[in-house]
């Protein structure tokens, strides 16, 4: 069993049950070939519980500040997370995150970049626009609905693949492919 499984498995048996966690949408992710998983950013918890919910291993983004404890260090890149620098281009990151897609794996983002405190979507910035653009990957976007409590459901719901062929044609910028992705969370919080 790899360390990325046990993992898993604690934080399941230990978040599902203490959120109430209510996973819509799964048969939208596809079973291989490279994924980019986009999603709101309401809380700390945001990446193990999209990390739990996701039928695949995701290799996530994490804020270089993160990688500062030893220990918290050594879980993070043993669950597939590398640092990345916020406020700047951070091209060691941005060429890792390629080398996820261009294996034909999962890339989890958020692209608010930091928690929304309170709880509505807000801009994205254009990293996930850019990893979108230079991959062949889909991209599949993810709403976290509902708040961190015990008391009501806490809702992860994945939309279909999004199709951004005709923006890549277009040579949009990075910032409007995120901009559509954003909208495409929304449009799945909204529905709940």
């Known amino acids: ?8 498995s604690v934080v399941k048996l230990v978040l599902k049950p203490k959120f109430k966690v209510v996973v819509k949408g799964t048969e939208n992710i596809p079973k291989d070939g490279p994924i980019i998983i986009c999603s709101n950013h309401i809380s700390n918890f945001d990446p193990p519980i999209v990390g739990i919910t996701c039928p695949r291993e995701i290799h996530f983004l994490a804020k270089e500040e ?3 404890n030893k220990i918290l260090a050594f ?7 590398f640092p990345i620098k916020r406020g700047m281009k951070d091209r060691n990151a941005l060429r890792q995150g390629l080398n996820v897609l261009k294996e034909g794996n999962v890339l989890g983002l958020f692209p608010e970049g930091t928690r929304s405190k309170t709880g509505e979507i807000k801009k994205g910035l254009a990293g996930a626009g850019f990893f979108a653009l230079r991959s062949e990957a889909r991209i599949i976007p993810c709403a976290i609905i509902g708040e961190y409590q015990s008391k009501s459901p806490l809702i992860v719901s994945y939309g279909k693949p999004m199709d951004l062929s005709k923006m890549r044609e277009e040579k949009a910028s990075a910032q409007e492919v995120t901009d559509v992705i954003m909208e495409e969370i929304r449009k799945l919080k909204e529905i709940g």
Request: proline share 0%; aromatic share 22%.
């Open 66 to 68: 993160l990688f500062k």
């Open 75 to 81: 879980i993070l890149r043993h669950v597939h997370a």
């Open 1 to 8: 069993m790899s360390f990325y499984t046990f993992a898993r």
